[in-house]
Nanobody
Framework: QVQLVESGGGLVQAGGSLTLSCAASGRTFSSYFMGWFRQAPGKEREFVASIRWSAGSTYYAASVKGRFTISRDNAKNTVYLQMNSLKPEDTAVYYC????????????WGKGTHVTVSS
């Protein structure tokens, strides 16, 4: 059974940095995409970034490109989201998710970690 556990959220001032972690277990993730999504209060969940585990290829939402970096550590089975130059509009619950490369939908989700960026 796939388990995804996020950590690293918190309160940070605008312009600051934060690194989120997603510990993944229950599978060998070489055939998976791992993604980060976020949901701000009163808004729909949105895509932030993803990484293809085996190839390391990465994808970003336009709103975070150049500020956020997604990466993975094979030995630790962990995916990271390094967030720099944070803005108040980055405030949200951040979720880690996983899907098989062949699937179109993410079907494994963590419980989320809160990120609050103060102005």
């Amino acid at each position: 059974q796939v388990q995804l556990v996020e950590s690293g959220g918190g309160l940070v001032q605008a312009g600051g940095s934060l690194t989120l972690s997603c510990a993944a277990s229950g599978r060998t993730f070489s055939s998976y995409f791992m993604g980060w999504f976020r949901q701000a209060p009163g808004k729909e969940r949105e895509f932030v970034a993803s990484i293809r585990w085996s190839a390391g290829s990465t994808y970003y939402a336009a709103s975070v490109k150049g500020r956020f970096t997604i990466s993975r550590d094979n030995a630790k089975n962990t995916v990271y989201l390094q967030m720099n130059s944070l803005k108040p509009e980055d405030t949200a619950v951040y979720y880690c998710a996983a899907r098989l490369v062949a699937d179109s939908e993410y079907n494994y989700w963590g419980k989320g970690t809160h990120v609050t960026v103060s102005s």
